[in-house]
């Protein structure tokens, strides 16, 4: 992967982006999605925001690489902190990382969402933690995937704030989207799921140690869950 070709991943992450967005792209690693948006001339300006050295280097070069300067923001900041009022962001994208990382970061950045920007979010796991946030701060999930790449299956979430919306549990868990779509990739990834899911609960009866009450219903809820949605 570089910025002429992305990964499967970030493509399809690339494709919610709207035509012509102020971008910031936190978490940029390689800044390898703005860069690829920007020589596509798919966007018109971004911010690259990375709290690490090494990444941030990386953003730098590649950026400086594509004669990017004018129009790509490199900046080393922690997460939101890497948008300034000024840059007037359409589009938010956070990839590639934990999705309780995802929540927190948008969750200690709220001051700095004006609430019309269009998030983009590519969660590795914690899907569930990261929709209870949008609900709770009023974002509605506009899109979902499902993509598999290297045998990891990979979601992506597009939300925009539209006033207060209610999921239920089970919505959270798996994505509403998801559940009225029922896509081969979604179903499949819940078919892998479940053995495994059902292996650890086993596993949790068998324990030496007593595994603690909420978390053995927790898994339980979500086996029962998976078969019904698998039906
Ligand atoms: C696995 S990489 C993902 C890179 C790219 N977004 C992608 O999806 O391919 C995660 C990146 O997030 C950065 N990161 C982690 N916590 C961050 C934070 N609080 N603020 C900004 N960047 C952060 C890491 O330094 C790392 O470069």
């Known amino acids: 992967m570089n910025e002429h070709t992305l ?3 970030l493509e399809r992450v690339a494709a919610h982006v709207p035509l012509d967005a102020r971008l910031a792209d936190i978490g940029s690693d390689h800044a390898y999605l703005p860069v690829a948006l920007m020589n596509r001339g798919a966007i018109a300006s971004a911010v690259a925001g990375e ?17 990017l300067e004018q129009r790509i ?47 983009i979010l590519q969660p590795n796991g914690g899907e569930q933690p990261l929709r209870q946030w949008l609900m709770d701060n009023t974002y509605r999930i506009l899109c979902e995937e499902v ?13 925009e704030r539209t006033g207060p919306v209610l999921y239920t549990a089970a919505q959270l868990y798996f994505g509403p989207l998801h559940m009225q779509a029922r896509t081969p990739a979604f179903l499949a990834k819940w078919r892998r799921l479940l053995p495994l899911k059902q292996r650890t609960l086993a596993d949790f009866a068998q324990a030496r140690q007593p595994v603690p009450e909420a ?17």
């Open 7 to 9: 990964s499967l991943r």
């Open 147 to 159: 993509l598999r790449e290297n045998r990891f299956d990979y979601e992506i979430i597009v939300a």
């Open 215 to 231: 978390k053995v219903q927790a898994l339980t809820q979500q086996v029962q869950w998976i078969t019904q949605l698998l039906g």
């Open 73 to 119: 923001s490199v900046r080393l900041a922690n997460g939101l902190e890497a948008i300034e009022p000024g840059d007037g962001i359409t589009a938010l994208s956070l990839c590639g990382m934990g999705g309780e990382t995802i929540r927190d970061l948008l969750d200690s950045g709220k001051a700095r969402l004006h609430g019309e920007e269009r998030l």
């Open 51 to 67: 709290v690490a050295l090494t990444p941030f280097h990386s953003a730098v070069r590649t950026v400086r690489e594509n004669g």
